[in-house]
């Protein structure tokens, strides 16, 4: 299939491009990107179908790097199949997903499971994380040899933090030898349990225990010291404190291996979307202060923080609609993201730019992830077309995923992914009916 996409701002902040262009597609890969000519002769054309995108913005492909597919043992929740039609919904083209399933991803059989439904579904990219420690357990290591070969592209125990320094240590040391990077969960367990959101005057009010900042600082500070050690690269995990934010600021300035993502509910959401006993803000780490609000945008907007990611987290009404205490942790995020950070352009913090920046090149990056994160000529076809005028009501009834556990359910938002497209091929929609295309 022959494809011009006509007429759009290309946004591509990898190759440093900003500019009204046409991209010519065939066989999945981009042929060429032209600026706008003045005058278009009909002919040039004529034997490719046509995406009119005059209004419209194109960039790379999103990639979500921090994803909970829950499928293998947790269909109920959510299956690679729903996950991934709720990411290109989103806009995302790849999403990387993490090891607590059941049975966790810690072998080559589960990664190649995972790829399996992945190529199934034949929506977005899926990019296996694999487990720290067997089990999640953080008693020993997995073996990451065996999961490198099957096709994981980072470690994380994510949502069990590695506990044990000295294991954590080895970890460092012994993925370096694969090039794989360590995604931390940062929480000292020792202080937040039995919490079940911030501490501080609102959850004292609420009567509920609280999670101190300090049970993730430490863990934050704790990590870059291991990742001086040993020098692997550490990626630092839905950041959401000041304090966290500087930490990782100091690290930079020493030149260390460390990068860091946020969530969109750590700089659209406080402490005080729980009051109510609302089990959809409900989350690890919790929603903080106004101050850490400020801190994590701070932190995007002077690139301390590399990265948005959506940590979608599906959970059914059966463990949402209970007691706070009881309730589980996340939301999901796959439809929301990229909305949610196009409102910090609308605030003034993000430029465009910077805004799709978080969420191409520096996944891109971090992950080593080729043919993502830009739009090049002879490479894959990846990309994402945005209307940024749209305007919307998020309604969590219309999500594609599974679950539906949101907090933003009913909020105004402007901007949205209109078409997908995978290798040239389209995987999501909102334009038009592709035979009219």
Request: proline share 7%; with cysteine.
């Amino acid at each position: 299939m022959k494809w011009l996409i006509r007429g759009g701002r290309v946004i591509d902040p990898q190759n440093q491009v900003d500019d009204l262009m046409d991209i010519y597609i065939h066989q999945g890969k981009i042929l060429d990107l032209q600026p706008v000519p003045p005058k278009r002769n009909a002919t040039t054309f004529s034997d490719f179908r046509v995406i009119p995108a005059e209004g419209l913005v194109i960039t790379p492909g999103l990639i979500d790097m921090h994803t909970h597919l829950r499928e293998p043992g947790y269909e109920y929740k959510e299956t690679i199949l729903t996950g991934t039609q709720a990411a290109v919904a989103g806009g995302f083209t790849a999403v990387a997903c993490m090891a607590n399933t059941l049975p966790v991803n810690d072998t080559q059989a589960v990664t190649e499971y995972i790829l399996h439904k992945a190529r199934e579904a034949r929506l977005a990219r899926v990019f296996p994380i694999g487990a720290i420690s067997p089990g999640l357990k953080g008693e020993a290591l997995a073996e990451y040899g065996e999961l490198k070969n099957a096709g994981v592209v980072a470690l994380s125990d994510d949502g069990h933090p590695v506990m044990n320094s000295q294991l954590m240590r080895r970890a460092m040391e012994y993925a370096r030898a694969f090039e794989l990077p360590i995604i931390s969960h940062c929480e000292d367990l020792f202080l937040s349990r039995p919490g079940v959101m911030h501490e501080g005057p609102t959850s004292t009010w609420l009567g509920l225990h609280g999670i101190p900042s300090a049970a993730e600082e430490t863990m934050v500070y704790r990590d870059i010291q291991i990742c001086q050690m040993t020098q692997n690269p550490l990626h630092i995990a839905h950041v959401s404190t000041a304090a966290s934010v500087q930490l990782v600021r100091d690290a930079k300035k020493k030149g260390l291996p460390v990068s860091a993502e946020t969530a969109p509910h750590y700089f659209s959401l406080t402490e005080e979307a729980v009051i109510g006993f609302d089990t959809q803000a409900k989350m690890n780490p919790p929603l903080r202060t106004k101050e850490d609000l400020w801190a994590v945008q701070k932190g995007l907007k002077d690139g301390t923080i590399d990265v948005i990611a959506s940590d979608h987290a599906p959970h059914s009404p059966l463990e949402k609609e209970v007691e706070f205490d009881l309730a589980a942790m996340g939301i999901v995020g796959l439809e929301t993201t990229l909305p949610l950070t196009l409102n910090l352009m609308h605030l003034g913090i993000l430029t465009f730019p910077q805004a799709i920046a978080k969420l191409t090149q520096g996944p891109a990056r971090i992950l080593k992830l080729n043919g993502f994160g830009g739009l090049q000529r002879s490479g894959p076809a990846h990309l994402t077309i945005i209307d940024p005028e749209l305007e919307f009501q998020v309604d969590i009834h219309s999500f594609r995923s599974k679950s539906k556990n949101s907090p933003f359910h009913g909020w105004k938002l402007k901007g949205q992914a209109v078409l997908t497209m995978v290798e040239g091929r389209i995987v999501y929609n909102q334009m038009a009916p592709t035979s009219d295309l």
